[in-house]
């Protein structure tokens, strides 16, 4: 069985935005063909989607076309929005749990769900973790920066423990570089340069923030295989030895930390999937697409025949390693 | 032979700053025992250093202790000064360049140079290029980012081609990492976060701002293996297919460019150094040591053992590829 625990949903409508604080930072959707629309945010089309982002059977018959057995869905990133007031962050992170909810309903043996929560404001984001328990979700996606901080900043603590109490997963995803002025060429690059440092960011932050000494036991996945977190994972773990800046401030190795992190293998590249496992170990990584944004060039059976993973190592990352992740079975 | 690209000097003493412009940016040394003295800069002790950074008995006595033949001396990076004024930055940069002129001078079959220069300015920079070809230097050392500008922005452009038309080496170093407010946890932080992602965007920089097109044949380092680029180079290599926002800006897919960067193995855990030969190349990859502020805790024979290097790939990584870096021989 292969799970793939990094795809994203779009709604196929959003409530109105009438009389909402928002205004122009709703979202909303622009049906421009069937199977296509754009998602319209301040007026401009954010990206254009197809149906597979909605539409359960178009999904399910593309999980077949991917090789892949089951999703846990969550989120467009972009729809964590953090910078709406509290109750429009509220109303669309309920709306996107909702929406994800029903997907579940139409295909319970394809989906799991990561729904969202308004981070703009941490207690109503723990307080709504206990909705999304309810509802039967597994956990949440939170973006890598909120508003510009980390989400390993100690103010964010009370909400990873939350999560880490009721069992619920975190998947962080990369959003909105900072240091965009350091970028040179074309804005699209954000993507490519911008997000694979957030990620890396991120989860260097959950480090040294101290937040998983706080919040033992919290299981939390890093998109794109960590972004470049890995690279420099060795250095920060350096920092943790003789005198250095970590040693006090957290109570374990970096190395301790990232290897109970989990990452999902869209790295473009087995050489870099490779290594990751190398560096965390095969009971961390895990299948992902960034459907149906990207689709998988390879299948998850062509990655770890080149990967040369045994029988055992395949389940874990295929399937064992993402139910671990969501809390699902032993 | 072993030759070390990566490793430091601080001149014993500067010239003083009576009637500079700089005032207490004006670094200056503070001896506080023998052997030891305070890097003081705006009337701080930016580090406390040993007299290897300035010695040359002691410097080539603690090569032997770590099996180095040679070195290519470089500045300390904080030396490395844009935020000076034009003549305060040339005066600064050619002492620099004058003090490694007299170690090399002192033990002319141990040292290469690598000098510096007042990027502040681009065309002086440009111009003192000729006079650090002149005095015999191999190239210069400039720092991740020019007052918050990386390195590939086109202003730098005329820079890198005089660089190239001369045949100089240009060591980009990790420095001043402009997004601190994203990292949580102790200052000292900013090396172990901070530097690799430096090195990245510096080096996805010079990819992306088409410096390499411009300056065909330029041979640049970046320190500490690139820091975390490797990670965010598939990422970025797959921007330049299909419709992706390089295709068109840059002549050729930025893997290429990678592969003809060089980088040193200053990554601290051989799998990391392992990765990086893996993407770059065999000839790619120097030994460094970031001495007298760090020294390797592996030897350059250990390491090649550890990492199953063939005899000819030992000779590549221990000098042939400095050589080449260098301009030095065929």
Redesign the interface.
Known sequence: MIIDVHNHIVPEQFPSSAGRAAGKKWPYMEHIEPGKANVMIEGKNFRTVQSGCWAVPRRVAELGNQAVDRQALSPMPQLCDYSLDLKDGSDLAMFLNETILRMIEAAPDRFYGLGSVPLQDVDAAAKMLSKVKSMGLHGVEIVS?IE?V?P???RFIPFFKEAASLGLAVFIHAQHP??M?????????E???G???ES??AA??MI???VIDHAPGLRVLFS??G?????????????YSGQ???KG??KRAPMEYAREFFYDDV???N??V??LI??VGVSQVMIGSDYPFMTRKQTADQEFTELKLTAEERELVGSKNALRFLGIGD
């Open positions: 920066n510009g980390s390993g900043d100690p900072t240091y002025d350091r970028l040179v060429g074309h804005p699209m690059l993507n490519s340069i997000f694979p440092i890396a960011l260097a932050s040294t923030g101290g794109h295989g972004g470049n977190f890995l690279l420099l994972l060795p250095r920060l773990n350096n920092a250095g800046p970590l401030t957290v790295l473009f590249d050489r870099a490779r290594f190398d560096m």
